[in-house]
């Protein structure tokens, strides 16, 4: 009988996340997004499942349930939801800008991981999106930068202590997103270097969110040992 696969996804609406769902009932999973905006791909699907939940409120997230009324053989948990947070000088950020940032960014993969870890049962493994700009500082993305940095940290901490199950955070590169189209809207006065940006778009560099989901998945099924942070293109074939 072939293996009963679940995987939940974070930041499922659009993106890199939209990308990963559908890859994956393409590959026979059963998907359960999680978040605030439901996509039609999950809610009319067989193999499909939407949980409305806002990850940047604690309330929220703390009455979410994990549990399952079906058995896995593997459940694995994609951390995908981010923000790119306030594109400004570190001066200019608000309070309450840096604190979504963090919050959905990191604060919510933590907390989701640890109820993850906690109540899923069976062969488990939990991937983050991580980030270059983890390791790279980038003018006027402070609190991104931040966030992604200790979304990494968290990671390789989350799979010292736990060596029993597979603990990942991926680096994706300069993907096709929403997000990405965000930061070309930014003004040089608050992100100097847009024009960069702009000019890997209009010259067609960026990577394909469905790249990254047919990789990501690939990833997941190998057996070889991966790093506890990688990149994205050092597995696309």
């Known amino acids: 009988m072939p293996a009963r696969k679940r995987m939940i996804i974070t930041g499922v609406s659009s993106g890199i996340g939209l990308a990963v769902a559908a890859e994956a009932l393409r590959l026979g999973w ?11 791909l999950l809610t009319e699907h067989s193999r ?3 949980t409305r939940c806002d990850l940047s409120d604690r309330a929220s997230l703390k009455g979410l349930s994990l549990v399952s009324d079906q058995s896995f053989d593997l459940t694995v ?3 995908n939801a981010g923000t790119l947070g306030p594109v400004k000088p570190s001066y200019k950020a ?53 966030s992604k940095a200790a979304v990494h940290m968290y990671a390789e901490v989350l799979a010292k202590e736990h060596p029993g199950n597979r ?3 991926f680096m994706p590169g300069k ?7 965000e930061i ?26 469905e790249t990254v989901a047919s990789t ?7 057996e070889a040992e991966i790093p506890v942070i990688f990149s994205i293109s050092n597995y696309t074939t």
């Open 30 to 40: 059963h998907v359960e997004g999680i978040g605030r905006n439901a996509p039609t």
């Open 48 to 50: 499909g499942a939407f």
């Open 77 to 79: 948990l994609v951390n």
């Open 94 to 146: 608000s309070w309450e800008e840096i604190d979504h940032c963090i919050t959905l960014n990191t604060s919510s993969a933590m907390l989701l991981s640890a109820k993850f870890l906690s109540e899923v049962t069976g062969e488990k493994q939990i991937y983050f999106t991580g980030s270059g700009a983890a390791a790279y500082a980038i003018e006027g993305w402070s609190a991104y930068c931040a």
């Open 167 to 169: 603990i990942h955070a």
């Open 175 to 181: 993907v096709n997103t929403p997000m990405q189209a």
């Open 184 to 209: 070309r809207a930014t003004s040089t006065e608050d992100f100097p270097d847009v024009v960069h940006f702009v000019e890997e778009f209009e010259s067609g560099n960026l990577v394909l969110p």
């Open 216 to 222: 990501l998945l690939r990833v997941v099924e190998m």
